[in-house]
């Protein structure tokens, strides 16, 4: 993994590499792309995220989460990217370290998301290896964090894939289609993550 440098960009608006694909913050331009695949994957993706809005997949939805991530990204508490296929430049899904915390803690939760036609080929665990690199040596973190439900296999594995270690169990942690589910926990620390075995560029 790497981060570009053809322009100055902060830690909180990088650019990374890890292939097979890339990392970008989402812009204006990808609302029509994002809310299709979004559309298509959702069946997919509703078992495992809060519940949708009605309006959540329109313009003025979209402009206000580029916002909100905006701010966030000013104050230093959140990198919210879209995940790319490095090739075709095909967007495949999403990716987030948010409530980002400095002083003794250093850690941040980690989230993403993966369209149903880009499933099960490395994308996830190449964007999530990428990022996690990023917030050890460009932020500075020590530990993120993660949950998915027990019956999420592919996240699980991909977590376990990534060198994340299973911390517990947090009860009625996310409330998801109406119903309010229990999530695995899962962290990886900088250590965890410096001394994994597999190397990143493996992870495909």
């Not at 993994?1 to 970008?24: G, T």
């Not at 027990?150 to 169990?169: D, M």
């Amino acid at each position: 993994m790497f981060q570009l440098k053809s322009s100055p960009r902060s830690a909180f608006d990088p650019v990374l590499v890890q292939d097979p694909v890339y990392l970008r913050q989402a812009e204006t331009k990808d609302f029509q792309t994002w809310a299709s695949l979004r559309e298509e994957s959702r069946r997919h993706l509703v078992a495992w995220e809060g519940d949708w809005a009605p309006e959540a997949l329109q313009a003025a939805a979209f402009k206000q989460r580029l916002k909100l991530f905006a701010q966030e990204k000013q104050n230093g508490r959140a990198v919210s990217l879209f995940i790319f296929h490095r090739d075709s430049r095909a967007l495949v899904g999403g990716i987030t370290l948010t409530n980002i915390r400095y002083g003794a803690a250093r850690a941040a939760t980690l989230g993403y998301w993966i369209g149903a036609p880009y499933t099960r080929r490395g994308y996830g665990a190449a964007a999530v290896t990428a990022l996690v690199g990023h917030a050890v040596d460009a932020i500075g973190l020590n530990r993120i964090e993660a949950a998915c439900q027990a019956e999420n296999a592919a996240s699980r594995a991909l977590l376990l894939k990534c060198g994340f270690i299973q911390e517990g169990i947090a009860r009625d942690y996310l409330r998801i289609n109406g119903e309010w589910r229990d999530h695995d926990l899962y962290a990886i620390t900088a250590k965890d993550f410096r001394n994994r075995e597999t190397p990143p560029t493996d992870l495909r």
